[in-house]
């Protein structure tokens, strides 16, 4: 006799070892499972997605508000109402915090109301993200130039040169940049750093650029590169042979070189131009000074030099006794030691000079340079004059150069 099988979880009958009550209640119960899963993930896309599109207007939202306010800032900004500005472009930043454009109008109008740590804050923060941001940099380095910190600023200004730019006037933004920054070397007397700035800058000014020649010709002048100074001016008139000022700069490069006959020749030709800056007009006057005194002047006769050269003594001896005698201009108390040695030098010097009919060229260098020594002591000790006295200067200071 057969032997009943009993599940042990209902008490049915077994069939074929398994449970027809079991196996029906368990596939119930898994499509069960399977329908509240479909239907949970279908109730959690649906969530997903009322929630994405509510942030999305949220956004959007707060993007048109951010865009009304930077607005409102901007014309602020043009009335000159610095407060109200500020607000707005608070308020645009804390609508579209993601909004670069927002942040760096804020750092900027900060800074024009002189709020310079809380402006440098902004664009620090927003270098962090962003470290090869020129224009970033570019605030960073004129808030440092700003505050004098020479190492911060010029580090800031060459991040900017060399970060990145946007827009098409890629090239145009750097070079402006540059532009500046030579500028503020040049302002801090920073002639080294400016010159090597400036050799680059050369490089990428256009050639049949006038204006671009001559800014460049006169920071070469400033940085003490005259040479170059000159070289660029030539190049300006290349382009403009009447120009004035072109002329004037030409002419100041020429005299700083020691080359009065051609400054001369330049500062004539700008004056007769209309160019009359007093400045321009005494170096003309100086230059006649000097080829007028100059002893060494090229095509002159042997009888004009010996007369410039008991000229230029005699006026160097003379100036030299009044400042012993304390009558010259500011004068500084008791004369220095050297003063009187000169004299004793000049007084031996003087008969050697009126006795000999003819002056070689030895006895002029020898007088040229005592004239040049006696001028530079009584300069120290009674300080600066104009006139003969600085023409006979630079004359002495030209050929002690140029025999060393």
Request: charged share 25%; aromatic share 6%; proline share 3%.
């Amino acid at each position: 006799m057969a032997t009943l099988e009993i599940c042990p979880k209902c008490g049915g009958r077994l069939s074929a070892g398994l449970c027809p009550n079991c196996t029906e209640y368990e596939s119930r119960t898994a499509h069960r499972d399977v329908l509240l899963l479909v239907l949970t993930s279908m109730l959690a896309v649906g969530i997903f997605l009322f929630t994405r599109a509510m942030a999305g207007k949220e956004r959007e939202l707060d993007t048109r508000v951010g865009a009304t306010w930077f607005r409102a800032g901007q014309q602020q900004l043009q009335a000159g109402d610095l407060e109200r500005t500020i607000a707005s472009f608070r308020k645009a930043t804390a609508s579209d915090r993601e909004n670069r454009t927002y942040s760096l109008a804020l750092a900027n109008a900060l800074a024009l109301a002189g709020d310079d740590p809380e402006a440098r804050q902004i664009l620090l923060n927003l270098r962090e993200a962003t470290p090869e941001d020129a224009e970033i940099n570019l605030q960073l380095a004129r808030l440092a130039a700003k505050r004098g910190d020479m190492e911060e600023a010029v580090r800031y200004y060459r991040n900017a040169l060399y970060g990145l730019w946007t827009g098409t006037r890629i090239d145009e933004q750097r070079r402006n940049v540059r532009l500046e920054l030579i500028q503020f070397l040049l302002d801090r007397n920073q002639r080294n750093q400016a010159l090597s700035e400036l050799l680059i800058l050369t490089t990428e000014i256009p050639a049949d650029d006038t204006v671009a020649q001559m800014q460049v010709a006169q920071w070469f002048l400033q940085s003490g590169d005259p040479t170059r100074a000159l070289a660029h001016y030539k190049r300006a008139l290349d382009l403009e042979r009447n120009n004035p000022a072109a002329l004037a700069g030409a002419g100041e490069a020429a005299f700083q070189l020691g080359n009065y006959a051609l400054s001369e020749r330049y500062f004539e030709a700008a004056a007769a131009r209309g160019f009359n800056q007093d400045s321009t007009l005494q170096l003309l006057t100086l230059a006649k000074t000097i080829l007028s005194h100059d002893p060494l002047t090229p095509q002159v006769s042997q009888e004009e030099r010996r007369r410039r050269m008991l000229g230029d003594f005699d006026h160097a001896l003379e100036r030299l006794q009044s400042c012993l005698l304390g009558a010259g201009p500011n004068p500084k108390g008791n004369p220095d030691s050297a003063l009187n040695e000169l004299k004793v030098e000049a007084l031996a010097m003087r008969p050697k000079l009126q006795r000999d009919a003819r002056v070689d060229s030895e006895q002029l260098r020898a007088g040229l340079e005592l004239i040049f020594r006696i001028e530079e002591v009584t300069r120290k000790n009674c300080g600066e004059t104009g006139g003969l006295d600085q023409a006979l200067l630079l004359i002495g200071r030209k050929h002690t150069e140029a025999s060393r």
